[in-house]
């Protein structure tokens, strides 16, 4: 599917049981990567296995709470052993299509304690269990997902939309933090996606694109990809700390 090669770059793609995290892990190992792929939902995350080893790529699954550190440590052991090493950490698992939207006065205390344990904390743990396989690797990447939400300031949603803002200020962190052991940490802020948890989330998904991109569609699955393939390459060798905003053109609008 790709012309690019990621010649065995060993990567852990955290909510990978469906949506973008499956289309990342199908990319990915399309382009000769060894991909762990790793949910809550591991029942997900193994069809996501099946679909990869059965078109011939290397892929296997596991369940991973990010927001808890135990099984983010066990994750990485596993990983580890599974993968012999560690190159690329897509941190990809969410809380979003779930998630109810309402003004921000009227939001629920234990909803935005939920959204930040899973999106904000989440992030931190599965970082903080891999950092030592990524520094070992000596040419590590961490792709962390967050969203063009935080420029447009989507109405509705303070929690997640806070959420995904900590996450490209977490990044900046790590990019500082790991920049000397040769790791290099980048965002994608992916612009609405055509995918189960978005269609399930806005009414309004399949016309969203078409009526505020610059290029007149929504964005797709493997449009996201794009920009994960280039952080886990060593195209991005010198590129760290930045955000990847890929929403067909919304945010000039
Ligand atoms: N689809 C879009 O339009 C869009 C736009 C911007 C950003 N995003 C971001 O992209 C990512 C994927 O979105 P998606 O549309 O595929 O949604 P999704 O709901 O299908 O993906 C999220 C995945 O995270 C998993 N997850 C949730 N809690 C977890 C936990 N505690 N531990 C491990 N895994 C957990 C879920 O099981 C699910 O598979 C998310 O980070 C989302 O915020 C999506």
Same mark, same amino acid.
């Given at each position: 599917?790709?012309?690019?090669?990621?010649?065995?770059?060993?990567?852990? /793609?955290?909510?990978?049981?469906?949506?973008?995290?499956?289309?990342?892990?199908?990319?990915?190992?399309?382009?000769?990567?060894?991909? =762990?792929?790793? %949910?809550?939902?591991? @029942?997900?995350?193994?069809?996501?296995?099946?679909? &990869?080893?059965?078109?011939?790529? =290397?892929? !296997?699954?596991?369940?991973?709470?990010?927001?808890?550190?135990?099984?983010?440590?066990?994750?990485?052991?596993?990983?580890?052993?599974?993968?012999?090493?560690?190159?690329?950490?897509?941190?990809?698992?969410?809380?979003?299509?779930?998630?109810?939207?309402?003004? =921000?006065?009227?939001?629920?205390?234990?909803?935005?304690?939920?959204?930040?344990?899973?999106?904000?904390? +989440?992030?931190?743990?599965?970082?903080?269990?891999? $950092?030592? $396989?990524?520094?070992?690797? +000596?040419?590590?990447? &961490? *792709?962390? &997902?967050?969203?063009?939400?935080?420029?447009?300031?989507?109405?509705?949603?303070?929690?997640? !939309?806070?959420?995904?803002?900590?996450?490209?200020?977490?990044?900046?962190?790590?990019?500082?933090?790991?920049?000397? %052991?040769? /790791?290099?940490?980048?965002? *994608? #802020?992916?612009?609405?996606?055509?995918?189960?948890?978005?269609?399930?989330?806005?009414?309004?998904?399949?016309?969203?694109? #078409?009526?505020?991109?610059?290029?007149?569609?929504?964005?797709? @699955?493997?449009?996201?990809?794009?920009?994960?393939?280039?952080?886990?390459?060593?195209?991005?060798?010198?590129?760290?700390?930045?955000?990847? !905003? *890929?929403?067909?053109?919304?945010? =000039? &609008?």
């Amino acid at each position: 599917m790709s012309e690019l090669n990621l010649n065995a770059k060993r990567v852990i /793609v955290t909510g990978a049981a469906g949506g973008l995290g499956r289309a990342f892990c199908e990319r990915l190992a399309a382009a000769g990567a060894h991909v =762990f792929a790793a %949910d809550i939902n591991d @029942v997900g995350a193994a069809q996501t296995a099946k679909n &990869i080893t059965t078109a011939g790529g =290397f892929c !296997v699954s596991g369940k991973v709470d990010v927001s808890n550190h135990e099984s983010c440590a066990a994750l990485i052991g596993l990983a580890e052993e599974k993968l012999g090493g560690l190159e690329v950490l897509v941190n990809n698992a969410a809380l979003y299509g779930t998630l109810s939207r309402a003004p =921000f006065e009227d939001l629920k205390e234990d909803e935005w304690d939920r959204v930040f344990s899973v999106n904000v904390k +989440g992030v931190w743990q599965m970082t903080r269990a891999a $950092s030592g $396989s990524l520094k070992s690797s +000596g040419n590590g990447s &961490i *792709i962390n &997902i967050a969203s063009a939400t935080v420029f447009s300031g989507s109405p509705q949603w303070m929690h997640y !939309v806070a959420s995904k803002g900590a996450i490209i200020a977490m990044t900046r962190v790590m990019a500082r933090e790991l920049g000397g %052991d040769s /790791v290099r940490a980048n965002v *994608i #802020a992916p612009g609405i996606t055509l995918t189960e948890a978005s269609l399930n989330l806005m009414a309004d998904a399949k016309t969203y694109g #078409a009526n505020r991109a610059a290029l007149l569609r929504n964005g797709e @699955v493997d449009d996201i990809s794009g920009g994960v393939l280039y952080f886990a390459s060593d195209l991005s060798k010198y590129t760290t700390g930045q955000t990847l !905003v *890929i929403d067909g053109g919304k945010q =000039f &609008i």
